[in-house]
């Protein structure tokens, strides 16, 4: 993403832990004075499901049950119209203009018409099961196909830390992430602590690319160099009480960085 | 306790931010995350490895087929070859089964988590507390049950410790409206209320036992009460609002309680007895104590009573208590009757004068010069109704200090005089005697007749007193007698038309008693006579007025008339005497009042019973008016004496024959009766002679 964030696009489900997702997207849409968009998917594979003879649903609270098509859709209806409720709620207590669409497909289908200047704001958890399980975030195939920033949000806003940036190069494409760890920096007036190799960190001018990159926002910046044991690294991270990591589509499988931290993952390609 | 709260509000989110703290906070969530995540995820590779996936459904979840990482449309499922399908159910529902055995346990490692975190924060809890409890402990050693409370308190605030750990108010957050002032404040005070402590009393001051007046005595400030506060709509209460009462303060030492208030006052008197007989006092409600309301309160523990209770009151009163109630005499064991006189003595007057002056310095009144102190010990002297008595009313004279002194003020003097404690008196006096005026108003004009001149057989002027609230002051009435031929009998009108008292009629019998003895012993009474209060309208009673009626009686006898420019009181014995009575002073005034509006002539005067004489207390003008001869106050002790004063014959006594000599008074009564008796043998006679009867 390069210049200001068009909208800001919440992919939501029945499955997801939504709220968190909502209140970080509408926290960001009003200051970058963007439109906050909601698309509630219909998951289509739920959906599947039911209109199988043997499709049985097993909740905390009672035995096994039948799943058919029309309890799938019901509880998929309500659980729109309570996301719904939800994203206006947010959009209004932080002044933004709202929509919010029901579509029905799988979850890669949703974000179809996401552009590059669109911030993807999406919960990284589903609902858990016995109080730590989780089934696995639905949104990784959507990470793939995104052009633009992607936001897995896990923790809610008012959590403390600072916006940590992994700076592997200078290409236009960390020219992106930059600026996008910076705008949320700034929103969640958080330190902004770039991590980069040595070899970046001690180029000429490295200060002065950095400074004109960051001349539109007011962050508080901090450079460090990489450490080269992933270790280390984590461990910099827990000093740092890192919120949210930024990084970049081409690195480290995301899967993997999801799983090794706790704190929001910012991706942009 | 508050110091308590305070530090822990700051030391417990402190241990609870601590690095170990969270590092085994985070030990006991990896460890069931990984318990968990072992369990279904060791069921979602079994699945996965069957082509099987765990979908989360929005209340649960639930297996479905897949091809190539995706759920098989039902369209897809069906083109499967029947064996292959069935292959696929059989393995959903096996890995159902075994779900759904997992789901089961699920809320039992819920409970071992919540369970390990509690021991953790409890641990945490109360290493962080140990060293303040510790403190309060070695300040507490004494008594016991503090110590028990402090333990009570650690182990509350180790199960409760998340209070300790919640913001102090909801943050003002964009999700919700922000919540009022007062609504805060109620929820941090309900958050720490059950660790203050609620000092009912304090006596860290107290010197000595306490000693408390109640002047309320109810059921519930005797016993105390549990205070109410309105939340949220509803009345709640907690053991912060319990409020002492009278006896909680004067435990340990003296409750003094007016005993009219406490039987009058609401259910103060059971309240107090059944507190003394348990020996403890239990704080409740009325409601509860009557069991009237089933609502669920507070039931403090109670609390042992040990206390001397004063109650101060009437003599009647005790001796109602003491008659009528069966627990008074063993609850109550020692009875002090305090006088309401004291003699007066050189050394009480003293005393008395300095009481005033202390009066003077607690009341902020102007100084009493010695004349005015002592027209205050006079009008001492004239409340108790006896010149060597002085009142122990201290109200009433400090009332009349007050008055006095607001005297002086409108006078501009700086110091109160005589003159102003008088002009205090006229006018208290005067406040009041708008009744008095107004009888005195109608002799002058004749309406009600005193004659308080000249001479008339069978009529005397009696005294009563009317006491109208706290004015008393005297009446002179005319009893007047007729005698008439009969069989001995002395009619009392008054008794008659049911207006004169069981005192009065017996005083009239007692008449009856004197005329028999002294008359009667060699002769008949062949007479009837009758007695009245002629223009009284009201009840009649007491005796004071017997011997005014006797001589009535006896003037009608003998037909010697009797000087109307006296008034007479005192009661008399069937032997002649004359006995004592009450509110000499205001009786000798009346008439004194009366004689002034139908005007003094020289001769006008009171007989009194000597008896009375040291209860003289009279106001000063009839005091100067005695001394100038324009009035007259005559002592007597017996009937013959007063029957010389008022008719100014001899009375006469009789000689060993029992006969009295001739023109004396008792000698014409004997002759007067003497001829009645004469009379009806005569008639007696006739009467047999015809046949009839006399």
Known sequence: MSGPIERVVVPLDAAGENLTAIDTAARLAAHAKAPLHGIFVEDEDLLHLARLPFARQITLGARAEQLTTEHVELHLRIAAERARRELFAAAERHGVTCSFEIVQGVSESALTGASERDLVVACALTRPIAGHFRVECRWWSSIEAMPGPFLLARQAWSASGSVVMLLRDRDPAAVRLLEAAAQIAEAADAPLTVICPAAIAGAERFEHWLADRLAGHQVRLQVEIAPTEPAVLRERLRELDCRLLAIGAGGDPLRDFVERYTCDILIVR | MKRLVDELRAALPAAFERDEYRARREA???????????????????????????????????????????????????????????????????????????????????REHREAVQVLNRETAGFAIAHLMEELRRQYIEPPEVAQYLDAVEHDIKENVDDFLAPAAPAASETSAPVPAPILRDIEDARFRRYQVNVIVDNSEQHGAPVIYDDNPTHQSLVGRAGQLARFGALVTDFNLLVAGALHRANGGYLVLDAQKLVTGYYGWPSLKRALDAGQIRIESLEQALSLASTVS?????????????????????????????????????????????????????????????????????????????????????????????????????????????????????????????????????????????????????????????????????????????????????????????????????????????????????????????????????????????????????????????????????????????????????????????????????????????????????????????????????????????????????????????????????????????????????????????????????????????
């Open chain 2, 298 to 694: 507070l039931t403090p523990e109670p609390i042992p009573l040990d206390i001397k209770v004063v109650l101060v009151g009437p003599a009647t009163l005790y001796y109602l208590l003491s008659a009528n109630d069966e627990d008074f005499d063993d609850l109550f064991k020692i009875a002090a009757d305090f006088e309401d006189r004291v003699e007066r003595t050189p050394e009480t007057t003293l005393l008395y004068a300095r009481l005033i002056c202390a009066m003077t310095r607690r009341e902020k009144l102007r100084a009493f010069d010695r004349g005015a102190v002592a027209r205050i010990i006079e009008q001492a002297a004239r409340l108790a109704g006896d010149a060597d008595k002085l009142s122990a009313s201290v109200r009433a004279f400090i009332d009349l200090m007050h008055e006095s002194d607001q005297f002086a003020i409108d006078s501009d003097k700086e110091v109160v005089g005589v003159a102003e404690v008088q002009a205090a008196i006229d006018a208290q006096f005067r406040r009041g005697d708008r009744i008095y005026r107004r009888l005195q108003e109608e002799i002058g004009r004749k309406t009600i007749r005193i004659e308080t001149d000249g001479e008339e057989i069978g009529q005397v002027n009696g005294l009563s007193v009317i006491s109208l609230g706290n004015l008393a002051f005297g009446q002179p009435s005319r009893i007047t007698a007729q005698v008439r031929l009969g069989r001995g009998e002395v009619v009392d009108i008054e008794r008659e038309v049911e207006l004169g008292g069981p005192l009065h009629s017996k005083g009239v019998l007692i008449l009856s008693g004197f005329l028999g003895g002294r008359f009667g012993k060699n002769r008949p009474l062949s007479l009837n006579a009758s007695l009245v209060f002629e223009q009284s309208y009201g009840g009649v009673d007491g005796d004071s007025a017997s011997a005014a009626e006797l001589f009535a009686l006896l003037s009608a006898l003998a037909e010697a008339p009797i000087k109307q420019s006296f008034a007479l009181t005192g009661s008399v014995d069937q032997r002649g005497q004359i006995q004592a009575i009450g509110g000499v002073n205001e009786k000798i005034e009346g008439f004194f009042d009366s004689c002034r509006i139908t005007g003094f002539t020289g001769r006008q005067g009171v007989i009194i019973p000597a008896s009375n004489v040291r209860h003289l207390m009279l106001r000063r003008d009839v005091v100067a008016a005695a001394a100038e001869g324009r009035f007259a106050i005559f002592p007597m002790d017996t009937v013959d004496q007063g029957l010389e004063l008022l008719t100014g014959i001899p009375a006469g006594q009789p000689d060993a024959g029992g006969e009295y000599p001739a023109g004396t008074l008792n000698h014409r009564i004997a002759a007067r009766l003497d001829a009645f008796a004469a009379r009806a043998a005569e008639l007696a006679r006739t009467a047999s002679a015809v046949g009839g009867r006399p």
């Open chain 2, 28 to 110: 006991i969530e990896q460890q069931f995350k990984q318990k968990s995540e072992a369990v279904f995820g060791a069921l979602q590779r079994r699945a996965e490895s069957k082509n099987i996936t765990l979908l989360r459904t929005p209340m649960g979840l639930a297996l479905a087929p897949t091809r190539d990482g995706k759920v098989l449309a039902p369209e897809l499922f069906n083109q499967l070859a029947v064996a292959e399908r069935e292959s696929l159910q059989h393995e959903i529902e096996a890995i159902q089964g075994e779900l759904e055995t997992i789901m089961r346990e699920v809320p039992l490692w819920e």
